[in-house]
Nanobody
Framework: VQLQASGGGLVQPGGSLRLSCAAS????????TGWFRQAPGKEREWVSC????????YYVDSVEGRFTISRDNAKRTVYLQMSSLKPEDTAVYYC?????????????????WGQGTLVTVSS
């Protein structure tokens, strides 16, 4: 069971990035997958989640309308499309899955974690 996060980088304010979370060793579509982020000196923050099964998305208020979470079942990959990026979006982004289909905002409810991918929004 492994998650591989990728897609981070340096982008100017107002720009876009797409993060990917690729799963191996299990059927990703059955389980809730979340994205979290952690900025320097701050606690890990829940960003978004997509349900297992029927793919209903959830977002923290600060990214609603700018970020889109989606899943490609054939590729066993969850994406986080980030647009209109702001300097305050700068953080290490992590993907994680639960052992159930329902989403949660609590890091402790997620059991499998990928390594982080750094997103830096700066001019």
């Amino acid at each position: 069971v492994q998650l591989q996060a990728s897609g981070g980088g340096l982008v100017q304010p107002g720009g876009s990035l797409r993060l990917s979370c690729a799963a191996s060793g299990f059927t990703l579509e059955r389980y809730a997958t979340g994205w979290f982020r952690q900025a320097p000196g701050k606690e890990r923050e829940w960003v978004s989640c997509i349900n297992g099964g029927v793919p209903r998305p959830y977002y923290v208020d600060s990214v609603e309308g700018r970020f889109t979470i989606s899943r490609d079942n054939a590729k066993r990959t969850v994406y986080l499309q980030m647009s209109s990026l702001k300097p305050e979006d700068t953080a290490v982004y992590y993907c994680a899955t639960r052992f159930t289909a329902g989403c949660s905002t609590q890091p402790g409810q997620f059991r499998n974690w990928g390594q982080g991918t750094l997103v830096t929004v700066s001019s």
